[in-house]
Nanobody
Framework: VQLQASGGGLVQAGGSLRLSCAAS????????MGWFRQAPGKEREFVAR????????YYANSVKGRFTISRDNTKSTVYLQMNSLKPEDTAVYYC???????????????WGQGTQVTVSS
């Protein structure tokens, strides 16, 4: 099982980035997919999740209204569109897959390697 996150980079505050998470060895249509992030010196925190049926989405309050999670099961890929980025969004972003997962790190079984997002002020 491999989850490959990409799309990170350096952006100015107010800008946008789109992260992608490509899965191999795993049928993402069978899993809840989530995005988490971890800033230096901080614990990994939940960002967004999308369910396997009805594509129901759920967001951390800190990103609600600015970030959008989506999935394309035919491409085995999950996306995180990030708009109106703030310096406090700076972190390594990870995608993850889990059965019946919600917003806890321990809910997810498979993790990608992470992609760095840096937002300058």
């Amino acid at each position: 099982v491999q989850l490959q996150a990409s799309g990170g980079g350096l952006v100015q505050a107010g800008g946008s980035l789109r992260l992608s998470c490509a899965a191999s060895g795993l049928t993402i249509s069978r899993y809840v997919m989530g995005w988490f992030r971890q800033a230096p010196g901080k614990e990994r925190e939940f960002v967004a999740r999308i369910t396997l049926s009805y594509y129901t989405t759920y967001y951390a309050n800190s990103v609600k209204g600015r970030f959008t999670i989506s999935r394309d099961n035919t491409k085995s890929t999950v996306y995180l569109q990030m708009n109106s980025l703030k310096p406090e969004d700076t972190a390594v972003y990870y995608c993850a897959a889990g059965n019946g997962a919600w917003d806890r790190v321990e809910d997810y079984d498979s993790w990608g390697q992470g992609t760095q997002v840096t937002v300058s002020s």
